[in-house]
């Protein structure tokens, strides 16, 4: 599955659930550690792994999850 927002990833997850999650930092809408948590507290995707990527060339501090 492919998603262009971090909203639309969450609606995609409605119809079939991913054995894996790569997901960008900075997706367009709310930001992929957004996203993240918004999995992990939801039962049905708590125990799908997340690789994240990001193209940013600067030090980044993800907030706490």
């Known amino acids: 599955?492919?998603?262009q927002s971090g909203e639309s990833a969450l609606e995609s997850m409605n119809a079939e659930l991913p054995d894996l999650i790569l997901l960008?930092?900075?997706t367009p809408g709310i930001s992929g550690f957004e996203v993240?948590?918004?999995l992990?507290?939801?039962g049905?995707?708590?125990s799908i792994p997340v690789i994240m990527v990001?193209?940013?060339g600067?030090?980044?501090s993800a907030p706490a999850l």
Do not use: F, I, S, Y
Request: overall charge neutral.
């Open 58 to 60: 600067d030090q980044l």
């Open 1 to 3: 599955m492919e998603a």
């Open 36 to 38: 993240v948590k918004r």
């Open 24 to 26: 960008d930092v900075e």
């Open 44 to 46: 049905r995707t708590r």
């Open 54 to 56: 990001t193209g940013l």
């Open 40 to 42: 992990k507290v939801d």
